[in-house]
């Protein structure tokens, strides 16, 4: 009775590890499975565990809009960003009253998946969008601008 239980967990064990290691999407996925085990599930809803169907939800109210909050809301996006995309340095960030700007250059298959992950976060009231999708790296890399530090920390 263990051989085919242990061949299955076997197989399902394989899956799992050829779904999350995947060269191209693995890295997207796998931050949106830390995002998804630190933030609880999707839309803010939370499961609780063995307290019934009526059991109280956190409330995690919307933060506040002043430059203190959007520059730490600016910062999480920036330090997350390098396990969103591939190429980090060439998207910049603007938060403005707990709106974010994203601009620069992303991959196509990036593009839809770090616009999800950004929306999800916490403070994030609205997301608008002017990066430019490419196919390839080396167009990303070749008409990359570093930003100054001084830009990005503004």
């Known amino acids: 009775m263990n051989k085919p239980l242990g061949a299955l967990g076997a197989a ?4 799992v590890a050829m ?3 995947d060269p191209e999407l693995g890295a997207q996925r796998r931050a949106l499975l830390a995002e998804l085990v630190r933030g609880g599930l999707p839309g803010g809803e939370r499961r609780s565990h063995g307290r019934g169907r009526y059991a109280r939800r956190a409330y995690h109210p919307p933060m506040p809009a002043d430059g203190r909050s959007d520059a ?4 999480r996006i920036q330090t997350r960003l390098g396990r969103m995309v591939s190429h980090p340095r060439a998207i910049r960030v603007d938060v403005e009253d707990g709106v974010v700007h994203l601009s620069g250059r ?5 593009h839809e998946g770090l616009l999800e992950q950004v929306r999800q976060m916490p403070g994030v009231q609205r997301l608008e969008s002017t990066m430019s999708a490419h196919d390839f790296p080396h167009e990303i890399a070749s008409r990359r601008s570093v930003v100054p530090l001084q830009a990005a920390s503004r």
Do not use: N
């Open 19 to 21: 779904y999350y290691l």
């Open 12 to 15: 399902a064990a394989g899956a």
């Open 72 to 75: 730490e809301l600016r910062d």
């Open 106 to 110: 992303v991959l196509a298959k990036e």
